[in-house]
């Protein structure tokens, strides 16, 4: 089993309409990162969470929205959004941040707005 | 600035010959981490370097933190089908932000 599920692993929404994107690690890992992954570009981070707590907003526009209920669970909350939105979403955890430490990755979630 | 150049932006081989791709920059890392990315997939780490000098190996892959913790090389021995996908660096800078920063990746495909 991995250590990272994400789910749903493809979405094709609307640009009215809400959905949300899960995230969940089984690795009892404290930090918890969304990442967007663009055609030919670097991975760009969106969100990073420390023990619940959110300690990085990478500028992303206000139409993403995250949650971190508890450790081991991350939310990225999704409206109204724009055609170049649609990329693939990845999910990491790893021990803690701030520290020398290795993330690992969840399978994505391959997003198009439509 | 803190931005990775990984090169090559792509490679065609055959089976069974080795492979040689590295991340370049011009601020000093402290970490650098390389990740393999199949299709559909999110990336898997492959090897992590923590030391100025440090080789590493796993299996067929060997990782080395360069002595000036500005550049890392990957190789891989006696390439595989099974070996095609994205290879990407990422690294953590001194003195910089706590966030890994990412090579815009290596696209490796292997002929049999």
């Known amino acids: 089993e991995t250590g990272v599920t994400q789910t749903p692993r493809h979405l094709v929404m609307g640009m009215t309409n809400k959905k949300s994107l899960k995230c969940e690690q089984h690795l009892g890992h404290n930090a918890m990162y969304w990442y967007k992954q663009s055609a030919k570009k670097p991975l760009e981070l969106m969100f990073v969470y420390n023990f619940k707590e959110q300690t990085e907003n990478n500028s992303v526009p206000s139409r993403f929205s995250p949650e971190c209920p508890n450790s081991s669970h991350l939310f990225l909350h999704l409206h109204t959004l724009q055609p170049e939105d649609s990329a693939l979403y990845l999910c990491a955890s790893s021990h803690e941040t701030g520290l020398v430490d290795e993330q690992y990755f969840g399978p994505g979630t391959r997003l198009t707005v439509t | 600035g803190q931005q990775l150049n990984q090169s090559p932006q792509s490679m065609f081989i055959q089976e069974g010959e080795d492979v040689s791709m590295n991340c370049t920059s011009s601020?000093?890392?402290?970490?650098w981490l390389w990740y393999k990315q199949d299709p559909g997939e999110g990336p898997v780490l492959l090897i992590a370097l923590y030391k100025a000098g440090e080789l590493t190996s796993n299996g067929r892959l060997t990782a080395q933190f360069g002595i000036t913790r500005k550049d890392s090389f990957l190789n891989i021995s006696a390439s595989i089908p099974s070996d095609v996908g994205i290879y990407f660096c990422?690294?953590?800078?001194?003195?910089?932000?706590?966030?890994?920063?990412f090579g815009k990746g290596t696209k490796l495909t292997v002929n049999p």
């Open positions: 601020s000093i890392f402290n970490t």
């Open positions: 990422a690294g953590l800078a001194q003195g910089g932000s706590e966030k890994l920063v």
